[in-house]
């Protein structure tokens, strides 16, 4: 059973949310907060799974409470919500470690999906938000890191890296490069941790940074 915490200043979102994660048979909500450090609280009592976090809240927002819970409970995944599509926050949330970014629009069963998606240790961000959003305000809001960092990787690594940053997945990136899936994902697990990345969102977030992959490209 995968343990929820909800997590929006607006009782209304949480009810309906509640209402959608609770008809899944594999996952509950085990508590609700109102704003981030009431959710950060909250979460070091329940020990929940998966967190779905607004991004914009009185108090402490969305950003600060995903990189407090980045520090003091990594093992707890957060999954944000907005109903801002291109909002520079959301980069900001996966920067600050969540582990994706899903607008408010989406339907349920996207939504559900997110949630076994993030559980399972990989990243859900809207096919329509990845390369737009990242491209749009992660080289504009922070000055690029230097080449060097890539200097760690092997030449397939930096190619699967750079597959990851036009939202390719490992069934993809295993066709376009005639290996086999397990082949890449060992390659994206050693690529990860040379890199530092968390999850795929913090990836495609260093192939943009270090001018891997490119805005427009």
Do not use: W
Not at 86 to 112: C, H, N, Q, T, W
Not at 127 to 155: E, H, K, N, Q, Y
């Amino acid at each position: 059973m995968i343990k929820v915490l909800l997590v929006d200043d607006q009782a209304l979102v949480r009810t309906g949310l509640r209402m959608i994660v609770n008809a899944q048979p594999d996952m509950a909500v085990v508590g609700e907060a109102g704003e981030g450090a009431e959710a950060v609280t909250l979460c070091h009592d329940l020990g929940p799974d998966v967190v779905l976090m607004d991004v914009h809240m009185p108090g402490t927002n969305g950003i600060a409470a995903t990189e407090r819970l980045a520090a003091e409970l990594p093992g707890v995944r957060v999954l944000a919500l907005s109903t801002f599509d291109l909002d520079e926050y959301v980069v900001a949330m996966l920067r600050g470690g969540a582990s994706g970014f899903l607008p408010k629009d989406i339907s349920p069963e996207e939504l559900v999906e997110g949630v076994r998606t993030v559980h399972r240790g990989e990243s859900a961000v809207a096919p329509r938000l990845l390369t737009r959003l990242i491209g749009t305000f992660v080289r504009a809001s922070r000055p690029a890191r230097a080449p060097a960092r890539l200097d760690v990787l092997t030449d397939r690594e930096r190619e699967v890296l750079q597959l990851i940053g036009y939202g390719r997945s490992n069934a993809e990136i295993a066709g376009e490069l005639g290996v086999s899936p397990s082949t890449v994902k060992n390659h994206v697990t050693s690529l990860f941790g040379k890199i530092g990345a968390r999850d795929r969102a913090q990836a495609v977030i260093t192939a943009y940074e270090t001018g891997l992959v490119r805005p427009g490209a």
